[in-house]
């Protein structure tokens, strides 16, 4: 086995495993920091598909801004320990059916995909490319993404705003 | 690297092995050497120059016993901090407890891979090599939340929070900082953006345009509060903290934080260098044209020094500066230097648009005004020297 091969393996079992102990494990603090193994991993898996500034944003974006978020939240959460299981509200039947619908997408997509192996990555710079395509082709959900954020921002300042009251 | 490597196979060094097997211990082997021949002397030595530059500077000794002005000092306390037992608190989370120095490390060495020592001496000149930087250092956060949570102790979780919070504030200023230069050399890659400078101060990026000259001292701000630097220190602030969230911690474990705190200091002055100083750009000579070794140490050398200057700086601001309160960091963080950031890098885009003999003219009245600013600065610390009422010491070492 090439020693590629036996690196994306590895990452995508760091990838899955973290994603696992998000999901089943029974402290929250646990499952908020595996995230930084799922984030990184994904981040990696990204460097195996040649996209160099999608893994840069993505370690920047969802460890240094996202992970760190989730985590203050958690820690600010009151009675943090005593969370034995997270919600039970939706019950497990509807859960089922949601993940198996999913799944089947899932499957679908990898079935349909045309999937092409190439034989020698050619690490390109994409950063440039990238910005090209945001201010031509894509302009519209480029400006409408940062609406929705700008909006986003200006509810956040709103609720945390304190009413002065005259 | 990897052009040296692929030197090495096509001259027969490695007969018989597959390629990606010598890819894969040479990245070993320059993790290797980068981490023990380089980051530890030089985390170490920083950690002793603090000292002793700190004492100097509020007439104290500092320490001065081990090696000759007591250089070895870092040797001592290295060994001393392996040989002390692994205390790990009852009440602590000790899976988190004992991953979280680790994560901090991996953050900090990972800046490593992209700093560019010399033309050639740069482990990996990635493409993305400035944003690579900015998303290693945002693991350092995770691990230092890791460590105050696990703790199970008060101050350290306040400490890391406080830190946490510290961290994500001040890398909108420093990422705004470092996307005017990424503008104005067109590429995120260290190398790229090194080229794109001249070895004179008048073709340096700080000497740009005001802008730029405004958007350094920006950078060098919030990278001293990414870095929990005084004085911005508050996540280990002792007289409310203990010592934030690594009050918990002993022997090694303990080591590997202030080892991140120490080389970090050091990728701050090598980014900012980088960045804004000309990198490692050596004045064309005659003697470099026929030795591309003697061209290298130079580069490195130039380098090197360039980058220290900035660690001489935080150490000189940590020995005269106060601390500053939780709120008022905030407030300089969001009301002053987040606005500022984002007109500097407006201004640096109108710039753009101004002809090349402007930018020229503007070149050399920012070094002029670079040049006089160092001036009057040297001239009022002369002044305050010759003024002074106490008796100075002046003998260098004791």
């Not at chain 2, 406080?162 to 503008?183: C, D, H, K, T, W």
């Not at chain 2, 022997?251 to 050091?266: D, S």
């Not at chain 2, 402007?358 to 001239?379: D, E, H, N």
């Amino acid at each position: 086995m090439e020693i590629s091969t036996a690196v994306f393996y590895l990452i995508a079992l760091i990838t899955v495993g973290s994603a696992a102990v998000v999901t089943f494990s029974r402290n929250i603090i646990y499952s908020a920091f595996s995230l930084l193994g799922t984030f990184a991993g994904v981040a990696g898996l990204y460097i195996f598909l040649g996209a160099d500034f999608v893994a840069g944003v993505q370690l920047l974006i969802y460890v240094g801004g996202i992970l760190v978020l989730i985590l203050f939240a958690v820690m600010l959460t009151h009675r943090i320990t005593d969370v034995e299981i997270t919600n039970r509200a939706a019950g497990r039947i509807p859960a089922l059916v949601i993940v198996g619908v999913f799944l089947a997408l899932l499957i679908q997509t990898v079935r349909e995909t045309p999937w092409v192996k190439v034989k020698e990555v050619a690490y390109q710079p994409t950063t440039a490319k990238i910005g090209d395509l945001f201010l031509e082709n894509y302009l519209l959900p480029f400006e409408l993404a940062s609406l929705v954020l700008l909006a986003a921002m200006i509810g956040a300042v709103v609720l945390s705003r304190k009413e002065i009251k005259e | 690297m990897q052009a040296y490597l692929d030197q090495l196979i096509q001259g027969g060094a490695f007969a018989g092995m597959p390629r990606e097997v010598v890819y894969a211990i040479g990245m070993l082997l320059a993790a290797f050497i980068v981490l023990s021949a380089f980051v530890a002397p030089l985390a170490g030595v920083t950690s002793w120059l603090e000292r002793r530059v700190w004492a100097r500077m509020q007439s104290r000794v500092g320490p001065n016993r081990v090696g000759p002005q007591g250089i070895l000092q870092w040797l001592a306390d290295g060994i001393k901090n392996l040989l002390k037992e692994d205390i790990i608190p009852t009440a602590a989370d000790k899976k988190l407890f004992s991953l979280a120095p680790y994560i901090v490390f991996m953050g900090f060495l990972c800046a490593f891979v992209v700093i560019p020592f010399g033309g050639h001496l740069i482990v990996a000149d990635l493409n993305i090599g400035i944003l690579y930087i900015l998303a290693v250092t945002s693991l350092v956060v995770v691990g230092i939340l890791m460590a105050g949570w696990a703790s199970n102790n008060k101050w350290s979780l306040l400490g890391g929070m406080r830190s946490a919070a510290q961290i994500i504030s001040y890398e909108i200023p420093a990422g705004v900082s470092v996307l005017m230069i990424v503008f104005l050399a067109g590429t995120l890659s260290m190398q790229g953006i090194i080229k794109g400078q001249g070895w004179a101060p008048w073709d340096w990026y700080l000497f740009h345009n005001p802008f730029t000259f405004a958007g350094f001292f920006l950078y060098f701000t919030a990278a001293l509060a990414e870095g929990n630097r005084t004085p911005f220190d508050i996540p280990e602030a002792e007289s409310e903290l203990v010592a934030g969230y690594v009050t918990e911690y002993s022997g090694m474990r303990f080591l590997f934080f202030f080892f991140a705190e120490w080389g970090n200091l050091y990728v701050i002055g090598a980014v900012a260098t980088t960045l804004f100083l000309g990198g490692w750009q050596v004045p064309p000579l005659a003697i470099f044209e026929n030795s591309p070794m003697l061209l290298a140490v130079a580069q490195f050398v130039t380098f090197f020094l360039k980058a220290y200057l900035w660690v001489f700086v935080a150490m000189w601001i940590r020995a005269t500066l106060p601390r500053v309160r939780v709120d008022q960091l905030m407030s300089l963080c969001w009301k002053y230097m987040v606005p500022l950031s984002f007109i500097c890098l407006l201004g640096t885009v109108a710039f753009m648009f101004v002809p090349a003999d402007g930018q020229r003219i503007t070149s050399a009245a920012m070094f002029g005004l670079g040049v006089a600013i160092t001036i009057i600065f040297f001239l009022r610390v002369g002044f305050q020297i010759r003024q002074a009422k106490p008796e100075l010491y002046f003998k260098p070492h004791i």
